[in-house]
Nanobody, 130 residues
Framework: QFQLVESGGGLVQPGGSLRLSCAASESSRSTFDSYVIGWFRQVPGKEREGVSCISSQATKSNYEDSVKGRFTISRDNPRGTVYLQIDNLKPEDTADYYC????????????????????WGQGTQVTVSS
């Protein structure tokens, strides 16, 4: 089974930065470059929100409007890892962040809807507070 593990979360002050990582397990690396990878976040009581995704070969990426200009997604296929760089963190970015894998694209772009993703990591917590 395809497996992903997130890391890099933590407590950060407003205006700070974090880089989240999403790594494929050793047994999943051989097929890692065939998957779109998305990042999602969720706060208690709310639906999971897609924030960014990147195509399998890193040729295209997609961002939710509220994070454009602050979030940057990238991937390193030989390392089986996708990164989410988050700059100028705001308190409203506080959430559990998840990465997930999909083979779904629409009109040539990866999608940000959780139901289109099949494999999910366990999440990493990001808290933005002074």
């Amino acid at each position: 089974q395809f497996q992903l593990v997130e890391s890099g979360g933590g407590l950060v002050q407003p205006g700070g930065s974090l880089r989240l990582s999403c790594a494929a397990s050793e047994s999943s690396r051989s097929t890692f470059d065939s998957y779109v990878i998305g990042w999602f976040r969720q706060v208690p009581g709310k639906e999971r929100e897609g924030v960014s995704c990147i195509s399998s070969q890193a040729t295209k990426s997609n961002y939710e409007d509220s994070v454009k200009g602050r979030f940057t997604i990238s991937r390193d296929n030989p390392r089986g890892t996708v990164y989410l760089q988050i700059d100028n963190l705001k308190p409203e970015d506080t959430a559990d962040y998840y990465c997930a894998a999909s083979r779904r694209v629409r009109f040539g772009l990866c999608v940000l809807s959780a139901e289109d993703y099949r494999y999910w990591g366990q999440g990493t917590q990001v808290t933005v507070s002074s």
